[in-house]
C-alpha cells in the first residue's frame, strides 16, 4: 500500500488549496479514504472522510462548510478541497487508508496559513 500526497503550501487566510493523495498496492475504489492533519504540539485529527462506491462524506466540527472531500476511483486519487482557510488550519496533512486493520498513511504535505 502506498499513498502520496501533494498540493500543500503557503496561503493568506481566507485563500484556497486543494490537495491530492493517490493510492496505489490495493483496490482503491473498495476502501474508505480519510484525511488527516497534525498541528505542531497536537494529537492527529480526522478532517474528513469518504466512502467507497456511495461516496458518502462526514467532517470534523471545525472544517464543515469549508472543506469538502471527494474522490476519482478511476484515478486513485482523493481530493480535499479547502476553502476559507484560516491560520488554524495550520498542519501537515496526511491521507489515510485502513486495510485488513493496519492503518496506512502518507507521508504527509505541509498546509501554512499565514499572512
Known amino acids: 500500500v502506498q499513498l502520496v500526497e501533494s498540493g500543500g503550501g503557503l496561503v493568506q487566510p481566507g485563500g484556497s488549496l486543494r490537495l491530492s493523495c493517490v493510492g496505489s498496492?490495493?483496490?482503491?475504489?473498495?476502501?474508505?479514504m480519510r484525511w488527516y492533519r497534525q498541528a505542531p504540539g497536537k494529537e492527529r485529527e480526522l478532517v474528513a472522510a469518504?466512502?467507497?462506491?456511495?461516496?458518502?462524506?462526514n467532517y470534523a466540527d471545525s472544517v464543515k462548510g469549508r472543506f469538502s472531500i471527494s474522490r476519482d476511483n478511476a484515478k486513485n486519487t482523493v481530493y480535499l478541497q479547502m476553502n476559507s482557510l484560516k491560520p488554524e488550519d495550520t498542519a501537515v496533512y496526511y491521507c489515510?487508508?485502513?486495510?485488513?486493520?493496519?492503518?496506512?498513511w502518507g507521508q504527509g504535505t505541509q498546509v501554512t496559513v499565514s499572512s
Open positions: 489515510n487508508v485502513v486495510r485488513r486493520s493496519v492503518n496506512y
Open positions: 498496492g490495493f483496490p482503491f475504489s473498495s476502501y474508505t
Open positions: 469518504i466512502a467507497s462506491a456511495a461516496g458518502s462524506t
